[in-house]
């Protein structure tokens, strides 16, 4: 396996496809990763200790996205640097966010110890699975450490154009995470006290993984664990690039759980269809997600590199590639939606509902390509503050309004109408976000960052 690659050379349609598959294998890995605690879970302990399972991984889950936004800065200036051939600048890079992070995994973790109680009132934690959900939290909490180290791994080796080995260091870490959540759950009967350390255990896992193998591997510059140096511009730059993701991450899901109270309100058969849609989504929308996270390591090398061109084409390639991904989904749920809906239940009433909601929301399938590619190339280009901004307002002043509207003042509103508010909302992201991009290319920014 090659340590690193150059993605500012060869031919594109090969160097984005075989970069940007092993994207969508480890987000695959990832999903499923979430869904084995649930099930294995239900199928040894009662509603309780299901309930806190669910609960506790949604708050993890958000703190997340905050995580994951801040790591995408350092694949964003490491591929900058490698292609600029800047290696001293690597290290400076890596160093640098090797100490932020160990300080931001600490203070999550001591905030998260310190406000789990009142986080998990907001969350409406029921009394029987509250401290079944308070243990869980907890024990996650203090992995929160490994959490941050995997992702800057990942994060690092991605900036570098390897996509592959953090596939397999989440396929790795996703199999321990089984074989423990059935040893402690199953055997031990630990509940969501064994479900949280399984996760935690093999997220340090996939960590010793990843550092054994970037001690190991054969890069073009010397990685240094000792003597670690900290830079206050690099932190600066790490940051300014980060923290707008993460709050978007962050923000944005929050306008869905706006979404999920709306379909909770219509009755039990709507909420269940809206939370199949949801499961169902997480699948759907992995291509588009991929071929976005790819774009953004391959244009930061390309943009590193001055290549503007190969990285404006890196784009147009993201969004057909991911389009023809959506446009099959979108005929899928156009023609059979209750199909869908049947993987997650056989419900007729909840299969019904979710058919009603998948009509509308599935127009969403062939516009999530070029939000998602266009933010996946502007993260690249490191400018990330427009688009975090115009998706965080988009879906509070357009999704969360539409919705509401449409739900409140129509008689008899069910999940078509609710179903709506998504695609409306990301027909705006994506003129905005093109009228942008063509105000960068005009104006020859995108090579000044």
Not at 212 to 239: P, S
Not at 412 to 436: D, R
């Amino acid at each position: 396996m090659n340590t690193e690659k150059d993605l500012t050379q060869g031919n594109l349609v090969q160097t984005l496809l075989l970069f940007a598959l092993p994207y969508i294998g480890a987000n695959f890995l990832q999903a499923l990763y979430g869904a084995a605690d649930l099930i294995i879970v239900g199928k040894f302990c009662d509603s309780s200790v299901v309930s806190a399972v669910a609960t506790g991984s949604q708050l993890l889950q958000t703190l997340i996205f905050f995580i994951t936004g801040l790591t995408v800065s350092a694949t964003v200036l490491i591929g900058k640097a490698f292609g600029a051939k800047k290696y001293d600048n690597i290290i400076k890079i890596i160093n640098t966010m090797t100490i932020c992070f160990i300080v931001a995994s600490i203070i999550l973790s001591l905030l998260l110890i310190v406000f789990d109680v009142p986080l998990l009132n907001i969350l409406n934690t029921p009394s029987e699975s509250f401290v079944f959900t308070k243990d869980y939290v907890f024990v996650c909490s203090i992995g929160l450490v490994f959490v941050f180290a995997y992702n800057a791994i990942s994060a690092v080796l991605r900036g570098l154009g390897n996509s592959i080995a953090p596939m397999y260091f989440v396929a790795i870490s996703c199999l321990v995470n089984i074989i423990l959540d059935i040893i402690l759950i199953g055997k031990y009967n630990m509940g969501a006290q064994g479900a949280a350390l399984a996760t935690v255990f093999s997220q340090a896992v996939s960590v010793l993984i990843g550092l054994i193998y970037i001690k190991n591997g054969n890069f073009v510059f010397a990685f240094k664990f000792r003597g670690v140096k900290f830079d206050v511009q690099t932190a600066k730059e790490l940051f300014k690039i980060g923290l707008p993701l993460s709050l978007q991450d962050t923000l944005i899901p929050l306008s869905f759980l706006f979404l999920f109270s709306i379909a909770n309100a219509m009755g039990v058969s709507s909420s269940a269809a809206y939370g199949s849609v949801v499961r169902l989504n997480a699948f759907l929308m992995l291509p588009a997600g991929s071929f976005a996270m790819a774009l953004t390591a391959l244009t930061a090398q390309n943009l590193g590199a001055g290549l503007m061109d190969r990285a404006i084409k890196s784009l147009k390639l993201s969004i057909l590639f991911s389009f023809v991904f959506g446009f099959i989904f979108f005929i899928w749920q156009q023609l059979l939606p209750e199909s869908a809906i049947a993987i997650f239940t056989t419900d007729n009433d909840v299969m019904k509902q979710g058919a009603l909601y998948l009509k509308t929301f599935s127009y969403d399938y062939i516009l999530v390509p070029f939000v998602f590619c266009l933010n996946g190339f502007f993260f690249g280009c490191g400018r990330t503050i427009f688009p975090a901004v115009v998706s965080t307002l988009s879906a509070f002043l357009l999704r969360v309004p539409v919705a509401y509207i449409l739900c409140t003042f129509i008689s008899g509103a069910t999940l078509f109408h609710l179903g709506i508010a998504a695609p409306v909302a990301s027909v705006l992201t994506v003129v905005v976000g093109s009228g942008y991009l063509y105000y960068l290319s005009k104006s020859k920014k995108l090579l000044n960052i």
